[in-house]
């Protein structure tokens, strides 16, 4: 199964077997970080796998997951490097659920280790053999629908519908899903809502967030053999919005 079709049985799971992940595994797991293409490619980003099947490594933070395993992802500090980790990590994660492992984001918290020069520790994403059932009904996902994170200003067609169906499925903390569109038949309007408190912390996890939404729409478009330019108008972006920021317009072609 592919990357697109990982969106639909994807689940977070918290809760581990004590079984290590084997190191030819995590080789392909680290071979395909390194084969991905980037959101932002001037962003300087590196991975490390942190094994913990033995327990004994430094997790420390408000969401800690007992996990064999821990993805740790490490970004120059640049414009948009929230929205880049968030893209990379996706598709990893869409990954390695297809590879039969668990994962699980763990926002706000820190992994012991040297770090590499120059680079911040961002986010990190547990993982390893799961207890529980791997693969999930969407029908279960606690989403909202369509209707409330769509203006809909014409009718779109069936690929466009169903990329927005995988967009809808997009992880985020707390499951706020902090993101809205204004839907035509070729494009796609994309907003950020604005954080219900406004500190880093919550800014930083919807900017990781709306990153994850976007890789599912580029997945989702792929997919369809539907053409995507993501593109920030200019005219957009000065505009001031009383809910949310603008954050760039899809255009599909069919």
């Known amino acids: 199964m592919n990357l697109y079709q990982m969106i639909f049985k994807r689940r977070s799971v918290r809760k581990y077997k004590k079984e290590a992940v084997p190191e ?8 395909f970080f390194n084969q991905l293409s980037p959101l932002y490619p001037d962003i300087s980003t590196r991975l490390v796998i942190r094994n913990n099947e033995k327990g004994g490594l430094s997790v420390k933070g408000m969401w800690k997951v007992d996990a064999p395993c821990y993805l740790v992802f490490y970004s120059e500090e640049k414009e948009g490097y929230l929205r880049n980790a968030g893209w990379l990590l996706e598709q990893m994660v869409l990954y390695m659920t297809g590879k039969g492992l668990g994962t699980c984001y763990l926002g706000d918290t820190q992994i012991g280790g040297e770090d590499p020069d120059g680079l911040k520790q961002v ?19 606690k989403r909202l629908s369509l209707k409330e994170l769509c203006v809909y200003k014409e009718e779109p067609g069936e690929n466009v519908k169903n990329i927005l169906k995988a967009v809808r499925l997009a992880p985020s903390a707390l499951n706020s899903q902090p993101w809205r569109f ?46 995507l330019r993501l593109e920030v108008e200019a005219q957009m972006a000065r505009k001031t919005y009383k809910s949310g920021t603008y954050v760039a317009t899809a255009y599909l072609k069919e």
């Open 123 to 141: 986010i990190v994403v547990a993982f390893g053999y799961p207890k529980s059932l791997l693969y999930r009904d969407p029908a279960t996902a």
């Open 182 to 227: 204004i839907v035509y038949r070729d494009r796609i309007y994309i907003f950020a809502c604005r954080e219900f408190l406004p500190v880093f912390r919550m800014r930083a996890m919807r900017d990781l967030g709306i990153g994850i939404m976007l890789s599912h729409l580029s997945l989702a478009a792929e997919e369809m053999w539907v053409g």
């Open 24 to 31: 030819q595994l995590q080789g392909d797991i680290e071979n």
